[in-house]
């Protein structure tokens, strides 16, 4: 990470100050799965998508967005005041099917050639070589990926080697590039828009159904995941699994942009980088935070490791013979407390691919530093973790916010998904 030209401090406290802001909503109040944001969210406009020039006016001059122009070695650094607005990003008309979101089928027949399902070609969706009957996985990049970029590089093998399924990856590159993370997120809606219309089809089509149908998004994917049901004609989705999904923007808006438990029967969703790169606050009905909620271990404090960790270990949850399996705890201010602790093996929850569809609430679990992730019912030293995490992540987050205001260690969305 390169040192920063200038220096700020409103954004980089704002994990310390949602902590804060939870132990305010959370405290004293009984424990509900979805917890509502509202209170702590700027006054919201009658629901309305977000409109980064919006977002702009509400943020103001004080904020800032760091963005590595170029990219790797080369790139270069430039601290945006407000969140930039950059000329070469697409604003898209929104209208779907759009070239710039584009859908490809893999199967186990189909091996590593995708077919393209185009919405305005019908035969398309028609006659391309469904496993039939069997179920569908859609999953959904984030800003800088494409179909062969995280969660599919991850997940796409994991589902195909598991069993026969139909793999649908979303690719939306075009409309997701460096630097554009506030096109980016403006874009969610018209993507969502675009999925939605493609599973309808589908649907219509008669290929596949919408029970079968399972949205896993990535980071600001799982935004793109959230937003489809506000788009699907032919129902309710039955389950999104959000990965990490992203935090920079999406506190700041009212419900319908943004993933939460409404948009599916069953929305689980792994949070590995939380108040960071990654929503904070639980996004469904499961919501499982790993190991300190925003660092993992093996990642030695690199957000853009702890982000990807989330496709990590739901890719592995496919196949694991172990399993990663959490505690309840009402609320991460409690965990911090240390007021949970691990009980009955029984009362544990299983997270990933097989978690129970019935399951509600907030999970605490562990894994381990390097593959294979998952630790099954294994707690033995999970109290003892706790306790630790709990001192190293107050500690981290003191030093972090330290180190962000003194310039040497600041939020960055480079190299994001
Ligand atoms: C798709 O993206 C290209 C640039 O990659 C842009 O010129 C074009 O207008 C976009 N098309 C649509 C339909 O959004
Ligand atoms: C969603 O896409 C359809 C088809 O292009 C379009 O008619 C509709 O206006 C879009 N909805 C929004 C809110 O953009
Ligand atoms: C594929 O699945 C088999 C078991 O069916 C397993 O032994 C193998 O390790 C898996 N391969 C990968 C790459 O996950
Ligand atoms: C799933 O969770 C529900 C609600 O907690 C529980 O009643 C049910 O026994 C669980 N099913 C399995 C297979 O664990
Ligand atoms: C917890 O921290 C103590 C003191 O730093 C250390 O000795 C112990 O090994 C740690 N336990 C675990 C499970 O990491
Ligand atoms: C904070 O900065 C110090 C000195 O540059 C460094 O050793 C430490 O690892 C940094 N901590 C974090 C959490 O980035």
Redesign the pocket.
């Known amino acids: 990470m390169r040192a920063p030209s200038r220096t700020m401090s409103a954004r980089a406290a704002a994990p310390l100050l949602a902590l804060l802001l939870v132990a305010a909503v959370t405290l004293g109040g009984a424990p509900t799965p979805t917890p509502r944001e509202d209170a702590i969210d700027f006054p919201d406009e009658d629901n309305e998508v977000l409109d980064p020039r919006k977002v702009v006016d509400l943020l103001g001059e004080e904020d800032y967005l760091d963005v590595l122009v170029g990219g790797g070695e080369d790139g270069k650094w430039l601290s945006l005041p407000g969140f930039g607005i950059f000329d070469g990003c697409i604003n898209p008309p929104a209208e779907c099917p759009n070239s710039n979101v584009t859908f490809w089928l893999y199967t186990r027949e189909l091996g590593g050639e995708p077919e393209q399902l185009d919405v305005a070609v019908p035969e398309s969706i028609e006659y391309a070589r469904w496993a039939r009957g069997k179920p569908v996985k859609v999953l959904i990049h984030g800003y800088t990926g494409n179909k062969d970029y995280s969660p599919n590089t991850e997940i796409r093998?994991?589902y195909l080697?598991?069993s026969d399924f139909n793999v649908i990856s979303v690719d939306w590159s075009p409309l997701a590039p460096s630097p554009c993370y506030v096109q980016a997120t403006y874009n969610v809606a018209l993507v969502g828009n675009c999925t939605a219309q493609l599973l309808d089809e589908m649907v219509r089509l008669g290929v596949a159904a919408l029970e079968d149908i399972h949205v896993v998004g990535f980071s600001l994917g799982g935004q793109v995941a959230g937003n489809i049901a506000n788009y699907l004609r032919s129902g309710t989705l039955t389950r999104i699994t959000g990965l990490d999904p992203a935090l920079p923007l999406f506190t700041t808006i009212s419900t319908s942009p943004r993933l939460d438990a409404s948009d599916a029967r069953f929305v689980d969703v792994i949070h590995t980088n939380a108040g960071w790169k990654g929503k904070l606050l639980p996004s469904g009905h499961l919501d499982f935070y790993l190991n300190s909620i925003i660092q993992q271990p093996g990642c030695s404090w690199d957000s853009s490791c702890d982000h990807a960790r989330a496709p990590a270990y739901f890719a592995e949850s496919i196949?694991s013979p172990q399993g990663f399996w959490g505690f309840s705890c009402t609320s991460i201010i409690s965990f911090y407390t240390g007021l949970c602790s691990p009980g009955d093996a029984a009362e544990m929850v299983l997270m990933g691919e097989h978690a129970n569809s019935s399951a509600r609430g907030v999970y605490f679990a562990y894994t381990n530093p390097t593959f294979p992730f998952a630790k099954g019912h294994d707690l033995g030293e999970a109290v003892e973790n706790l306790h630790n995490a709990t001192s190293q992540v107050s500690g981290a987050l003191g030093e972090t916010a330290l180190n962000a205001t003194s310039g040497s260690h600041r939020p960055s969305l480079h190299h994001d998904n």
Do not use: D, I
Request: proline content about 20%; aromatic content about 20%.
């Open positions: 093998p994991a080697n598991y196949a």
